[in-house]
Nanobody, 118 residues
Framework: QVQLVESGGGLVQPGGSLRLSCAAS????????MRWYRQRQVPGQERELVAAISSGGGGVTGVDSVKGRVTISRDNDKNMVYLSMTGLGTDDTAVYYC?????????WGEGTQVTVSS
């Protein structure tokens, strides 16, 4: 079955950097676009798209607040997708989720917590 396992979250100081990883299994990874979303602990805040990468490796960023600060990449040989973030601020505090859409269904990992605080 499809499994997505995120890692790399933690506590980071404002202005710091972090790289998140997502290990994928249970599907033909190289054929699918992958996405990173985040869920901030703000009332009424919906899960928002941070970045997406096509099967061929072309990446795009989602929410405007991260543009220029995040890079999404993938390793099709290792079935891994990464999210590198720089210039982290307190507004980046969230649970970050890896996502793939297969056969009309969204699959999610359990998420990794990123906390930006001094």
């Amino acid at each position: 079955q499809v499994q997505l396992v995120e890692s790399g979250g933690g506590l980071v100081q404002p202005g710091g950097s972090l790289r998140l990883s997502c290990a994928a299994s249970g599907f033909n990874f190289r054929n699918y676009a992958m996405r990173w979303y985040r869920q901030r602990q703000v009332p009424g805040q919906e899960r928002e798209l941070v970045a997406a990468i096509s099967s061929g490796g072309g990446g795009v960023t989602g929410v405007d607040s991260v543009k220029g600060r995040v890079t999404i990449s993938r390793d099709n040989d290792k079935n891994m997708v990464y999210l590198s973030m720089t210039g982290l601020g307190t507004d980046d505090t969230a649970v970050y989720y890896c996502n793939v859409y297969i056969g009309g269904r969204d699959y999610w990992g359990e998420g990794t917590q990123v906390t930006v605080s001094s």
